[in-house]
């Protein structure tokens, strides 16, 4: 995407899988940037050279590439059904301890503004917005409102899968 484009050079390594040979890594370089971005997708092509001595990669194999680009970063992340994206912005609901009118402590729900970062599969980087420790709601968050109480139940669990493939029926 032309997004990253800043963070790819020639000469950076490529990593190439393909589901034929699993487990085995293809190492390669960046050898050439295309000069223009495609107008429909908003994609730039690169080439890359990859080492294929055994001749196991074939033309018009399927295979997926990686360009290490950048330094590793942490980041507080959440699963996608946390959020609530919107015209006025992404939100999500925290849970905070509040006293209810007959002085009982109760969970409620309240909600915040995030700015959402990078996305890697079924999780979203959080930049500004919740901290580490936050109960954050993960569903059910179009029943809720300011104030609402709340239970936890961590039955269900979110998809946390960093490389999600499509579910073939």
């Avoid at 050898?31 to 495609?38: E, G, L, M, N, Q």
């Avoid at 507080?76 to 939100?91: D, E, F, R, S, V």
Wanted: proline content about 7%; aromatic content about 4%; overall charge neutral.
């Amino acid at each position: 995407p032309q997004q990253q484009i800043g963070g790819v050079a020639v000469g950076q390594t490529v990593t190439v899988l393909s589901d034929a040979f699993r487990g085995q890594a293809f190492d390669g370089k960046v050898t050439a940037i295309d000069a223009k971005v495609d107008t429909t997708t908003r994609n730039v092509q690169i080439e890359a050279t990859v080492a294929n001595p055994k001749r196991l990669l074939l033309p018009g194999m399927f295979a997926r590439a990686a360009v290490d680009s950048g330094e590793k970063q942490s980041y507080l992340t959440l699963p996608q059904t946390a959020i609530t994206y919107n015209p006025y912005g992404a939100t999500v609901f925290v849970t905070a301890e509040k006293k209810d009118a007959k002085g009982h402590a109760e969970l409620q729900a309240q909600q915040v503004f995030i700015t959402p970062g990078p996305t890697r599969g079924d999780q979203v980087a959080i930049l500004k917005g919740v901290s580490e420790g936050d109960t954050i709601v993960t569903s059910g968050q179009l029943k809720l409102k300011n104030g609402t109480p709340v239970r936890v139940d961590n039955s269900v669990q979110p998809l946390n899968d960093a490389n999600p493939t499509p579910q073939e029926q």
